[in-house]
């Protein structure tokens, strides 16, 4: 059974860091994707970066270059989101998801993923 859960949203100043972690189960990375994305109330689903479990290769979107890394943790089923220069506009519910890839490198769009966890609030203010 495939399953993926966040942890580490919380409450960050503007410029601040927060690191989100999502943990895999069900199956084995080296075969799928990982891509974090983030919703505010009334929008859809947004990426924000991917990663590629085999090869570690990633893509982010441009407003996150630079600020956000994703990570897969020492070959295991943990993918991380350092988030650093934290900015209000960051704010949302981050959510993991998942899905097979072949040779391909991991895709931001939002249809690829089959498999979601329930997210994690993150909140950016003064």
């Known amino acids: 059974q495939v399953q993926l859960v966040e942890s580490g949203g919380g409450l960050a100043q503007p410029g601040g860091s927060l690191r989100l972690s999502c943990i895999a189960s069900?199956?084995?990375?080296?075969?799928?994707?990982i891509g974090w994305f983030r919703q505010v109330p009334g929008k859809e689903r947004e990426p924000v970066s991917c990663?590629?479990?085999?090869?570690?290769?990633?893509n982010s979107v441009d407003p996150v270059e630079g600020r956000f890394t994703i990570s897969r943790e020492n070959a295991k089923n943990i993918v991380h989101l350092q988030m650093n220069s934290l900015k209000p506009e960051d704010t949302g519910v981050y959510y993991c998801?998942?899905?097979?890839?072949?040779?391909?490198?991991?895709?931001?769009?939002?249809?690829?993923?089959?498999?979601w966890g329930q997210g994690t609030q993150v909140t950016v203010s003064t």
């Open positions: 998801g998942a899905y097979r890839i072949f040779f391909e490198g991991c895709s931001l769009l939002r249809t690829y993923y089959d498999y």
């Open positions: 069900g199956f084995n990375l080296d075969f799928y994707a």
């Open positions: 990663i590629k479990g085999r090869d570690g290769s990633t």
